[in-house]
């Protein structure tokens, strides 16, 4: 798999957008509803012709809620956990899987009950559960749903 880079004016903020401070920032700013509108909006916009994979807690319900493929991706919660802790993204930041799972928790649950946008998987997503699977195997999973849907 290659790794991807985040640039903002050509400078590398890949690590500096995937912190605890960031997560929260986020979940604070997408509990306002004239926020979310705008966002919603421009990743519409970049959506609109099509052929675009996009990420996010609230793509296939709010932002395209008509794509032709939706994939829900979820974990147990100490998978989660565990994978964050891990994850080298997320240096200098608390690395004990429980505090970690504390974050995730509060995050989901703030996600969960905020009036724009709230965090659910659509009523036609394929929910595909990755605890204790490998990236490539979460990939040819996802690659068959869409594979089932094409056309």
Partial sequence: ???????IDGEDVTRAIRTPD????AAAVARLPRVR???????????????????????????FPHADVKV??????????????ND??????PTA???????LTERDELDRTRKASPLHAAEDAVVVDTTAKSVEAVVK???GVVSSRDG
């Avoid at 798999?1 to 640039?7: I, L, W």
């Avoid at 960031?22 to 920032?25: L, P, S, T, V």
């Avoid at 509108?37 to 709010?62: K, N, Y």
């Avoid at 899987?97 to 974050?103: D, F, I, P």
């Fill in 141 to 143: 999973e996802v690659l």
């Fill in 97 to 103: 899987v429980a505090e970690v799972a504390t974050l």
């Fill in 22 to 25: 960031i997560d929260r920032a």
């Fill in 37 to 63: 509108a705008v966002l919603v909006e421009r990743q519409r916009e970049i959506g609109a012709g099509g052929g675009v994979v996009m990420e996010g807690r609230d793509i296939g319900t709010v932002v």
């Fill in 88 to 93: 080298p993204a997320h240096s200098g930041v």
């Fill in 72 to 85: 829900y991706l979820d974990a147990a919660p100490e998978e989660r956990a565990r994978r964050r802790a």
């Fill in 1 to 7: 798999m290659s790794s991807v880079r985040v640039a």
